[in-house]
């Protein structure tokens, strides 16, 4: 029989979501020495997963020894971001019809901001941001409303890991300035990308609350028509689709 927890969990299987968890944490690479200190699990224990993980292909022991997040995760994962950004479609497809622009979902992924989700605006002049395209979270809406979801800290260990480019010359380049953004972007509870990614393109962008990893959805175009008058539209009309988008991942049991 499965070892259980008070909870009724299953409790080897919790251990294993700690330890890839911890692993996520670390920037997809730690040593065994560092997840001994994250984890109150005995030594014994993590080596008996790690080694199930590494047959399984969820995990790798590189040459210095370190575990690293293995190809495994990536069927796995692709096949979850497909699903979620399915779900968020038909919210995503209402934002264009009530805005006139672009709507995008993207998630946190290795550092980066990934689209996994797109409603694209009818007009020929749009922004052309394809699903399966990854950016730099500090120079684009959706990975400002990413970060901000974070840590000071988390956030400096991901620039430093992924870097800083300068798209344009509107882009945040220092982390202390990405850091003053940021705590602008919780007290209003939007970001805006204002020519950073792309010279013309402004975006909105707002965080999904509770979702199972750090999401933004966006709406974005040319700047012409995407100005104050559309800013007023665009916050509260943001705002209803990601708290459905919410109400969808987490169904009340």
């Given at each position: ?21 911890l ?19 005995p ?30 995760l990536i069927?796995?994962g692709?096949?979850?971001s497909k ?9 995503l ?19 980066m ?18 699903v399966?395209?990854?950016?730099h ?13 974070l ?30 953004d ?10 805006i ?20 990893t ?25 705002r209803?689709?990601v ?11």
């Amino acid at each position: 029989m499965a070892e259980r927890t008070a909870g009724s969990g299953v409790q080897s299987v919790e251990r294993v979501f700690e330890l890839l968890e911890l692993i996520t944490a670390a920037g997809g690479q730690v040593m065994l020495s560092e997840l001994a200190a994250s984890t109150e699990l005995p030594l014994p224990t993590i080596h008996r997963l790690l080694r199930t993980l590494v047959a399984k292909g969820y995990i790798r022991q590189l040459a210095n020894r370190r575990y690293a997040l293995g190809p495994g995760l990536i069927r796995l994962g692709t096949a979850a971001s497909k699903q979620l950004g399915a779900l968020a479609g038909a919210q995503l497809r209402a934002l264009v019809d009530q805005l006139g622009e672009t709507a995008n979902m993207a998630v946190l992924d290795a550092d980066m901001a990934l689209y996994i989700a797109q409603a694209p605006s009818k007009h020929s002049m749009r922004m052309f941001t394809e699903v399966g395209r990854r950016a730099h979270t500090h120079a684009t809406g959706v990975g400002k409303a990413i970060l901000a979801q974070l840590s000071d800290d988390a956030v400096r260990a991901i620039v430093a890991r992924a870097g800083m480019p300068t798209p344009t010359t509107m882009s945040i380049g220092s982390v202390n300035d990405l850091l003053a953004d940021l705590a602008r972007i919780r007290e209003r509870g939007y970001s805006i990308d204002d020519g950073e990614q792309e010279i013309g393109v402004r975006c909105f962008a707002m965080a999904v609350p509770d979702a199972p990893t750090p999401t933004a959805v966006s709406v974005s175009g040319p700047v012409s028509r995407v100005d104050d008058a559309f800013a007023e539209l665009a916050i509260p009309a943001l705002r209803a689709a990601v708290e459905s988008i919410s109400q969808d991942l987490n169904p009340v049991a």
